[in-house]
């Protein structure tokens, strides 16, 4: 099992800045991809960005250059540094990890932008 300890969530401001970050544990032999992805209220969850074992990088088109994702595979940990955020940022942000075969999901973190 993996377990997955989000942190970093809350209320800011639109144009302000947040650092969500992502700390895996448990049996953890090798993290193949790291990532996040959120879920606003009545809509489905949607890739923000993910970043595999080689440091490569993916992210949402209408989220690139404002998102940065970054992992420390010593530490098994992903960070989201988000920059200036909108109102439409808003959801809850969901951790994500791929372990060969196996996904796993964080519990969620609320980021709210307020305008």
């Known amino acids: 099992q993996v377990q997955l300890v989000e942190s970093g969530g809350g209320l800011v401001q639109a144009g302000e800045s947040l650092r969500l970050s992502c700390a895996a544990s448990?049996?953890?032999?090798?993290?193949?991809?790291m990532g996040w992805y959120r879920q606003a209220p009545g809509k489905q969850r949607e890739l923000v960005a993910t970043i595999p074992s080689d440091g490569s990088t993916n992210y949402a088109y209408s989220l690139k250059g404002r998102f940065t994702i970054s992992r420390d595979n010593a530490k098994n940990t992903v960070d989201l540094q988000m920059n200036s955020l909108k109102p439409e940022d808003t959801a809850v942000y969901y951790c994500?990890?791929?372990?060969?075969?196996?996904?796993?999901w964080g519990q969620g973190t609320q980021v709210t932008v307020s305008s």
């Open positions: 448990g049996s953890i032999f090798s993290i193949n991809v």
């Open positions: 994500y990890v791929r372990v060969r075969a196996y996904s796993y």
